[in-house]
Every structure is written in C-alpha cells, then in structure tokens.
C-alpha cells in the first residue's frame, strides 16, 4: 500500500517562525501514532499521554489531527498513515529484520519517529537505533533548532521533567539529508509528563512544559510531513 501524510500550513504567532507545508492542506484529519513493538517492553505505556498531548496540539496549535491515537505496528499499512509515530516504555525494545527495513525507508520517505525514555529503554532503544542507521549516530540536537521554538520556546532544549539518574535532559537525534527525522527525549521522560497530573504528582509547570515541548514536536512533524513510499 502507498500512503501520503501532509501537512497544514502553520503560521506560529509571535515566534516568527512558519514550518513548510504544500500549498493546499488535505481533507481530513492526521493520525498520531504510538508503535506496538516486539520484545518485551510496555509499548502500552503511559495511556493518558497521547490523548492529552493530541488534545493540546489541536486546542493549542490548531492542527488537525485525529481525537485518537492510532496504535500500528511497522508491518502494518497504516503506518504510512500517520506523521508522528511514538515510542515509550520501560522494558526491551526489538524491531526484526523485516521492520528495520520499513522505518528505514519511512524515515527516509519523511516520517519522524519520537522515542521518549521511559527509565528502562534507553538501553535496548541505543542498540536498535545503532541498528538502523549504522553510519548515523545519534547526536545532540542543537538549541537553536526549530523544534525548540516552533510554538513555544525552549532556549534551553528539552525540559527536564522527572530525576530518573539525576543527569541533564538530553535532546538526542537523527538527521537525514538536514531534516531532523528521529527525536529522542533521555533522561527527560515527556511522555510520562503528558500524564494525567495525579498519575506522577508532577508539579503544574512540569506538565506544561512536557505538553509545550510536546506540541513543538507534532508541529515539526506535521509541517515537515510528505511521504510517499
């Protein structure tokens, strides 16, 4: 099967920033995607993120995205169905053969890929990422890129949302061919700051800024969207 997502034009108030986009926005709504994976880890992870952060980004944003996540594994369809595709969890993570082969080429083609450590995956995440892209090692992703300043801003990079080791927030990443198509959140933990607030306790600030850097991260997804397998 072939697919396309695309994105809106997005007109960023007040941070002089407009992410490109075709000149006619496609009819419908966009899917944001959480990855069912293989070996072992809790793909399931943290079940009211999602649904908060897609809520934010419409309210917020105003991008037109479906009210509910689209859980897909690399094999199926769909996956060329949604412009965000999201990772999490605290166990194994292991993508086969066949799958390397997909998110390579869905990478290439345009996708992005957000991986947030869970506490628990940054172990097995490096492994199969080092996997992937063999000649791309992951690198910092520098402050003054877009995805930090897109709609809020964050001077700083990444916000640090929960201790875990204690370690600076890290906003690791993939280029390809000057697009940033894989962010990696380590020692951060977004997703479980897109919580309900009384799952963690998080204090108000850090939930808001998990879902200001959150909502950064499906305006980059979607403004640079467009693939076609």
Known sequence: MSGRFVGPILVLLGMGFAAPAPAQAPPGTMAIGRLHYDGGGDWYANPSALPNLIAAARQR????????????????????????????????????????VILRRWLVAGGFLHVSDNYGLDESFRREVARLFPERP??????????????????????????????????????????????????????????????????????EAALRMGVNLIAYAIGFGGTQP
Do not use: C, M
């Not at 991008?63 to 595709?85: G, S």
């Not at 709609?151 to 697009?179: M, N, S, T």
């Open 138 to 207: 992951l690198e910092p992703v520098p402050g003054g890129h877009p995805i930090y300043h897109l709609v809020y801003d964050f001077p700083q990079g990444v916000p640090k949302i929960h201790e875990h080791d204690g370690k600076p927030a890290e906003g690791l990443g993939i280029f390809l061919d000057g697009r940033l198509a894989l962010f990696y959140d380590y020692q951060s933990d977004l997703s479980d700051g897109w919580e309900d607030p009384a799952v963690h306790r998080d204090p108000a600030e850090k939930h």
């Open 61 to 100: 944003a105003g991008l037109r995205l479906a009210e509910k996540e689209k859980v897909v594994r690399l094999v199926d369809d769909d996956i060329w169905n949604v412009a965000y595709l999201h990772v999490t969890g605290h166990g194994n993570l292991r993508w086969s053969e066949q799958e390397l």
